[in-house]
């Protein structure tokens, strides 16, 4: 099983709260990656990182913000929660290069009311 | 536009049997394809890669095959066990960025 944590595992929250979801992991991987997945959906791209200090976004608009300051962190923030954002966050990471796998957290389940 | 297809419904086999799953795909040139298991409220977890110039890979019970000229994968697992019911994503990328595309995946159900 992957080293990378997400936390919370499960967040209620109202409209219009800011919140920020965490992931970490521990096996030194440059490449980070947010992604949203609805119920029997595709998993959709939101942000992406290559290394610290570099953050791109990703097909999908989600008005959330990401930060990579350190290696093993790439926290994902929602300045402003709506309803709309209420879906499964998953955080992946992979290696340098030469290796396309990628490795799941458990995930972050939000609902916002 | 660009399109991954995986069969929506559900796969029902018997335990023992060899299951077999699709993954098609339009409009990308892939330059290697990847099947990813997923459990229900779980991240998904990487099984097998198969790169463009392979045609057939094979881990353990698994075996992969990738048809560029069909535009299509196929996903076999061997002696099918009650254990191996999941859902399974195939994910492809044209190479270079290592910004997978998934599928919605496929629903493998294996009755004892």
């Known amino acids: 099983e992957a080293d990378i944590y997400q936390t919370p595992r499960y967040l209620v929250i109202g409209t219009g709260k800011k919140i920020t979801l965490e992931c970490s992991q521990t096996?030194?991987?440059?490449?980070m990656y947010w992604y949203q997945q609805d119920p029997g959906m595709e998993l959709h791209l939101i942000h992406y990182s290559y290394g610290v200090n570099s953050t791109e976004k990703g097909d999908l608009s989600s008005e959330s913000t990401v930060s990579r300051i350190r290696t093993e962190h790439f926290p994902l923030t929602l300045e402003s929660a709506r309803p709309s954002h209420t879906s499964q966050y998953l955080c992946?990471?992979?290696?340098?290069?030469?290796?396309?796998?990628?490795?799941f957290g458990p995930g972050t389940r939000l609902t916002v009311t | 536009s660009q399109k991954i297809e995986q069969n929506s419904e559900a796969l029902n086999i018997q335990e023992g049997k060899t299951a077999t799953l699709t993954c098609n795909y339009t409009n990308y040139s892939p330059a290697y394809l990847q099947w990813y298991r997923q459990d229900p409220g779980r991240g998904p977890v990487f099984l097998i890669l198969i790169r463009e110039n392979e045609k057939e890979k094979r881990k353990e019970r698994l075996k992969v095959t990738f048809d560029t000229t069909l535009k299509q994968s196929l996903f076999h697992i061997t002696a099918s066990q009650p254990a191996d019911s999941a859902t399974y994503l195939c994910?492809?990328?044209?190479?270079?960025?290592?910004?997978?595309?998934f599928g919605r995946g496929t629903s493998l159900i294996v009755h004892p």
């Open positions: 994910a492809l990328d044209e190479g270079g960025s290592y910004i997978p595309t």
């Open positions: 992946a990471s992979s290696v340098r290069q030469g290796a396309y796998e990628q490795y």
């Open positions: 096996m030194g991987h440059d490449k």
